[in-house]
């Protein structure tokens, strides 16, 4: 074999690799293909094979008892070698096949087969079919034999993207983990020492050490937070958000939301204006304030000084409504078709990740809710929460 003989080989074989099929479980995916070219091709066996570096391995077989043969003894050896149907009227007849045991010992005579390949081009196995007797297949059996084939490609390209999304979902919760386990409890711990020590429990500092140390707080509450929003993205992707429902007063959430951001309003000068109808839903207080105070402290830091940021709650029939309407420089609609997505970052005032937004339409829409924001340039804009008077359809469990 040349060395462009052998490159080729092994590319082909590693395309075959990639599809992780070989000695996988039989799959309905494959078996009603293999079905179908035996009734519709009036043939005893059909079979579809993949074709290893010292094997045939059968993937999907209708007829057919065995699971694989050495390939040296493989008629499919030769189909993966050409660009259309392989057929041999009479393997008995052909010298190349005639001491085969498909022959000898299954007494199989007719083999027609197309080559099938990988999403990568590598032709990697057939769909072929066999029968007892000699015989030809027409031009109109032959396309559909073709047909056929394509229909297994497609569904080895399914099988691969299915386990490519898997390998990236894993990645994922690893990733999560990893923030979870390795990085958010150290983070937590730093900064709670850097706290202490920015609170002159243990002796004064000098004035330049100070001020590093409080730097250092800062950063740390930073990443802590962005941690916390990593994981609560992750499980809102994952529809494993960590919901415990129980009636809940909308008037209450948007009071522990405001208690939350009033220190920061008062630093910039920014009033917050309520208005609280009774309001009562089912859902999770807590993911509910979580929600009312990322879109009040979001308000603040687009806000200029001396503009109010108005929060309040209504109802309106079966549906409750949470609106929180600021002043500031408004967003375009460019920006408002892109607000909701993750690590999204709009104005030079925003700061953070850009997941906060995201997390809080997975929380709202865990909750069977919607959340809109409506928006003018140099007027301000306005997010408004929709959620159901009765909650989500469905209560997600507490994990």
């Known amino acids: ?17 990639a599809l992780r099929l070989l000695d996988t479980p039989r799959e309905e995916r494959f078996d009603r293909i293999t079905r ?27 007829g057919f008892d065995a699971t694989e043969t050495s390939r040296g003894i493989s008629v499919c050896s030769h189909a993966i070698q050409q660009d259309d149907v392989f057929e041999v009227p009479d393997l008995s007849d052909d ?5 085969f045991p498909v022959v000898t010992k299954d007494h199989l005579r007719f083999y027609a087969g197309q080559p099938i390949s990988a999403p990568s081009g590598h032709r990697v196995g057939t769909l072929c079919v066999l029968d007892r007797e000699p015989r030809t297949l027409s031009a109109q059996e032959r396309q559909r034999l073709k047909d056929l084939a394509a229909w297994v490609e497609l569904e080895c390209a399914v099988v691969q993207s299915t386990l490519a999304a898997q390998d990236a979902e894993r990645v994922k919760r690893d990733f999560t983990a990893l923030v979870s386990h390795e990085l958010r409890t ?57 919901l415990r429902p129980a009636p809940v007063e909308l008037a209450d959430v948007v009071e522990n939301a405001v208690i939350a951001v009033e220190g920061t309003a008062e630093r910039c000068h920014v009033p917050l204006v309520t208005r609280k ?26 806000s200029p000084p001396g503009q109010p940021v108005e929060v309040g709650c209504s109802v309106e029939g079966s549906v409750a409504r949470v609106y929180v309407r600021d002043h500031g ?21 925003s700061g953070g990740a850009g997941l906060g937004l995201a997390i809080t339409r ?34 997600r469990p507490w994990w």
């Not at 928006?375 to 909650?391: C, K, N, Q």
């Open 1 to 17: 074999m040349s060395d462009e003989s052998w490159n080729a080989e092994v590319n082909r074989v590693a395309a075959l690799k």
């Open 36 to 62: 179908l070219a035996r009734d519709v091709l009036h043939t005893p066996v059909a079979v579809v094979t993949l074709v290893d570096t010292d094997r045939q391995w059968f993937k999907s077989c209708a």
């Open 95 to 99: 010298r190349r096949f005639a001491g």
């Open 186 to 242: 150290p983070l937590t711990s730093v900064h709670g020492s850097l706290e202490l020590l920015a609170s002159g429990r243990f002796g004064e500092m000098q004035a330049q050490a100070s001020r590093l140390v409080e730097i250092a707080v800062k950063n740390t509450d930073r990443l802590v937070r962005l941690a916390n929003d990593v994981l609560d993205l992750s499980r809102v992707q994952s529809g494993q958000l960590r």
């Open 277 to 302: 109808d009774p309001v009562t839903v089912r859902g999770d207080a807590d993911r509910l304030v979580q929600v009312v105070t990322n879109l009040l402290a979001n308000a603040v830091k687009v």
């Open 329 to 349: 420089m408004g967003i375009t609609d460019d920006e408002v078709k892109r607000i909701f997505e993750p690590f999204v970052q709009l104005g030079a005032k």
């Open 362 to 395: 997975g929380i709202v829409e865990s909750h069977g809710g919607t959340i809109a924001v409506e928006s003018e340039a140099g007027i301000g804009s306005t997010f408004t929460v929709i959620l159901p008077v009765g909650g989500p359809l469905v209560d």
